[in-house]
T-cell receptor, first 113, second 110 residues
C-alpha cells in the first residue's frame, strides 16, 4: 500500500538536545511538507520541498532544519534553538502541483522533558 | 491577510442527525477546497474536495457546498455516526500553497 510514514509516534526531548523526526513516502510524490499543530491553531508550515536537494522555509522555520537527499525522505530536525518545541508534527506529501491536496502522515508528538 | 476560519469550534450532534460544519475563506482567488477529518492523535484524512467552478459536490454521506459570493464553504454529514467524531477542518488552495483552518470538533451524542 502506498502511504506516508512518520516515526516515532512519540518522542521526548531534553532541554538543549536536537531530535530528528522521520518522514518517508512511497507515493512517488515530488513535494513534501512539515507542519506543526498546536491546540486551537491551524496547521503551520515549517518547511517544504518541491524537489530533491531543494527546500524552502515556511512560516515558522526558526529552530528547525530539514534535508531532502532522496525523493522518498524528508527528515525534520528540531534544534535546541526552538524554544517551544512541544507540539504535534505532521508530515505531508503531494504531487508537484499540489492538486488533490496533501497526503498526511500519522504524526509525531514531541514533548520536552 | 489570508485566512480560513470556522464559525464554531465545537459542534455536538445527536447520533443519526445531520451535521453541518462551516468555513469562511478570505481569498477570492482560491480555486480548490478540501475538507479533512482528523481523529485524535492521528493525521488528517481527505474527505471531499470541490473546485471553484462547482457549487456542490456529493460523496458517501458527505456533501460540500461552496458559495463564492460570500466566500463560504460547508460540510454536511448525513446520519451522523459515532465514528464521525473528530476534528474537521477546511483547506483552500491559493496559487502554490494550502491554507488550513483551525478546525471544528464534532461530538456525536448517543
Amino acid at each position: 500500500d502506498g502511504g506516508i510514514t512518520q516515526s516515532p509516534k512519540y518522542l521526548f526531548r531534553k532541554e538543549g538536545q536536537n531530535v530528528t523526526l522521520s518522514c518517508e513516502q512511497n507515493l512517488n510524490h515530488d513535494a513534501m511538507y512539515w507542519y506543526r499543530q498546536d491546540p486551537g491553531q491551524g496547521l503551520r508550515l515549517i518547511y517544504y520541498s518541491q524537489i530533491v536537494n531543494d527546500f524552502q522555509k515556511g512560516d515558522i522555520a526558526e529552530g528547525y532544519s530539514v534535508s531532502r537527499e532522496k525523493k522518498e525522505s524528508f527528515p525534520l530536525t528540531v534544534t535546541s534553538a526552538q524554544k517551544n518545541p512541544t507540539a504535534f508534527y505532521l508530515c505531508a506529501s503531494s504531487s508537484a502541483t499540489g492538486n488533490y491536496g496533501y497526503t498526511f502522515g500519522s504524526g509525531t508528538r514531541l514533548t520536552v522533558v | 491577510g489570508e485566512s480560513v476560519g470556522l464559525h464554531l469550534p465545537t459542534l455536538s450532534v445527536q447520533e443519526g442527525d445531520n451535521s453541518i460544519i462551516n468555513c469562511a475563506y478570505s481569498n477570492s482567488a482560491s480555486d480548490y477546497f478540501i475538507w479533512y477529518k482528523q481523529e485524535s492523535g492521528k493525521g488528517p484524512q481527505f474527505i471531499i474536495d470541490i473546485r471553484s467552478n462547482m457549487d456542490k459536490r456529493q460523496g458517501q454521506r458527505v456533501t460540500v457546498l461552496l458559495n463564492k459570493t460570500v466566500k463560504h464553504l460547508s460540510l454536511q454529514i448525513a446520519a451522523t455516526q459515532p465514528g464521525d467524531s473528530a476534528v474537521y477542518f477546511c483547506a483552500e488552495k491559493t496559487a502554490y500553497k494550502y491554507i488550513f483552518g483551525t478546525g471544528t470538533r464534532l461530538k456525536v451524542l448517543a
